[in-house]
């Protein structure tokens, strides 16, 4: 069976506190890390701005914070919930908005399964733009993540900033052609605008069932 990119949205805010606690549980060598630094991540989860505006500005936290047990940073965490203003937070304060986890995933990557498009385009113009075309360990570009997570502004917002829609990921298959395999209607709309009076491709329209944005689940999921 071949690998699908990872769907990586925030599920909701409620499960915030135990993904984050789970981000940091421990290793067989575990990084320590402080109750102040774990809040941090917490907050990042669950894109809470005062908290995060706190541990940066008042306690002094490094942007570039990895977690225990998977490597992610704060920027990652922030760009999985959608949460803009704190983004600019964490950029402001020296985030670097390139870096990638050890699975290969950009904060563009992490953006592009949110929901919101704003984020996409936020990144892009402070600095992630090459990044657009970034792969992670299964060849996955942001735009592949966001057709296959149904989030047809982001892939919109991707197309517009010039994404590469032919690349394939190490399946063979192309943003457009996830968006065919798992019945994205709306997403093969912006791919191939439908003329007035069509139909939806003929597709059925489907609610990806995302996987949390914490370490908590960390794999790709296996079609």
Known sequence: PHCSPRVITMSD????????DEA????????????????FLVACSAGNKVQIE???KEQGLSANLK??????????LVCGAGAVDCAKILVEHGADIRAADPMGLTPLHWAA????PEMIR??????????????DEDGSTPLIHAAYANRPGNVAALLEAGADQDVQDKSGNTAKKWAIEKKRGDVLNIFDP????????GLEETTPQPASVSEADPEPKHE
Do not use: F, I
Not at 13 to 20: G, I
Not at 113 to 116: A, I, P, T, V
């Open 113 to 116: 399964g949110c929901r919101e």
């Open 24 to 39: 940091v549980a421990a290793d067989p060598k575990p990084v320590e890390l402080t109750e102040h630094e774990k809040k």
């Open 54 to 56: 706190h541990y940066t």
């Open 13 to 20: 805010e409620e499960n915030a506190e135990h993904a984050a």
């Open 67 to 76: 977690s225990a047990k998977y490597g992610l940073q704060p920027l990652h």
């Open 122 to 135: 936020y990144l892009l113009s402070a600095g992630a733009s090459d990044c657009l075309n970034a792969v």
């Open 194 to 201: 439908k003329e007035e009076g069509d139909g939806e491709h």
